[in-house]
């Protein structure tokens, strides 16, 4: 849990802002937040102060360039997640394309919970020497062992089928059951996997990511 973290959250609708600070962090003591109601606001924040995490709606910047796209270009390790009423569809297409470290879908009081669980895990993650792998698409053609399977062959050179296979250290068929897309075809946001294989800790993620670090 990530007591007294910094948080900068840029949302241009003042009444998600008020609802984040009442509903992500009650007793004041959770998060330290700090709240920016547009793209240049929030960079001139970031410029300004440092921050643990940054949470964005899909704000754009005064020149049309996407808010959360700037802060990736900017600092490639900064914890980073979007909240925001698009479809999952359109956030996840949207976390991808700015290697957001997670995202939620704004969906009432619930979906605060689930922000909480998101921001921890991403500040959390970045602390403990993870690095992307691969990211698995659950509308492609390739199973998500093999996604792993052929990722970590460059990432290690270690070759899956060498030694103990890939398959005995997971279960295929429960790992797509617990991160695969719902029956209506959303992403499960704050769900996610781990386990150990050559001496390597791997995570997965509903929305396709795949983390490892040195076990």
Not at 27 to 36: P, V
Not at 51 to 60: E, G, N, R
Request: proline share 5%; with cysteine.
């Amino acid at each position: 849990m990530s007591i007294g973290a910094k948080v900068l959250h840029v949302d241009d609708d003042p009444g998600v802002t008020e609802l984040t600070n009442q509903l992500l962090n009650p007793e004041g003591d959770r998060f330290e937040l700090t709240n920016a109601s547009s793209g240049d606001e929030g960079l001139e924040l970031l410029e300004d102060d440092e921050y643990d995490c940054v949470v964005s709606d899909s704000v754009t910047l005064s020149d049309g360039r996407l808010f959360a796209s700037v802060v990736r270009e900017k600092d490639a390790s900064m914890p980073l997640v979007l909240f925001s009423g698009k479809s999952s569809g359109a956030i996840l297409d949207e976390a991808r394309r700015t290697d957001a470290n997670g995202y939620v879908q704004k969906s009432g009081a619930e979906s605060f919970a689930r922000l909480e669980r998101v921001v921890d895990e991403s500040i959390l993650l970045s602390d403990d020497g993870w690095e992307p792998l691969a990211h698995h698409d659950w509308e492609g053609p390739q199973e998500l062992v093999t996604t792993i399977a052929s990722a970590l062959e460059g990432y290690s050179g270690v070759v899956p089928t060498e030694g103990k296979p890939l398959f005995h250290a997971i279960d295929p068929d429960a790992l797509a059951g617990l991160l695969g897309p719902t029956a209506d075809g959303s992403h499960r946001e704050s769900v996610s996997v781990r386990f150990s294989y050559q001496n390597l800790v791997f995570a997965l993620f509903g929305d396709g990511r795949v983390l490892v670090r040195p076990q």
